[in-house]
Nanobody
Framework: QVQLVESGGGLVQAGDSLTLSCAAS????????MGWFRQVPGKEREFVAA????????DYADSVKGRFTISRDNAKNTVYLRMILLKPEDTAVYYC?????????????????WGQGTQVTVSS
């Protein structure tokens, strides 16, 4: 089992940048592919980005391509989401998730463990 704790959320203005972190504890971090999702009230959880166990492969939602970058540091048991050129529509609670199988998945139900989320609010 792995425990995930997100941090780095906050209130920013449109066009600003923000980096989210997700610290993992428990089982070997490099044994998990990781993903970032986001959710606004009344809507389903939405895929944002994913990264393979060793970071060689990544995938992004079309809405964030070119603006968001997912990365990981297995020595620090941490996955990051660097977000630039933020838009008001990026406002959401952002969650990180871990999955045992080393595939890049966009469906939330494919992930085994979740963090508690961190709020990102982008004002116009």
């Amino acid at each position: 089992q792995v425990q995930l704790v997100e941090s780095g959320g906050g209130l920013v203005q449109a066009g600003d940048s923000l980096t989210l972190s997700c610290a993992a504890s428990g089982r070997t971090f490099s044994g998990y592919a990781m993903g970032w999702f986001r959710q606004v009230p009344g809507k389903e959880r939405e895929f944002v980005a994913a990264i393979s166990r060793l970071g060689y492969s990544t995938d992004y939602a079309d809405s964030v391509k070119g603006r968001f970058t997912i990365s990981r540091d297995n020595a620090k048991n941490t996955v990051y989401l660097r977000m630039i050129l933020l838009k008001p529509e990026d406002t959401a609670v952002y969650y990180c998730a871990a999955k045992r199988e080393n595939t890049l998945e966009t469906m939330p139900e494919r992930y085994d463990y979740w963090g508690q989320g961190t709020q990102v609010t982008v004002s116009s």
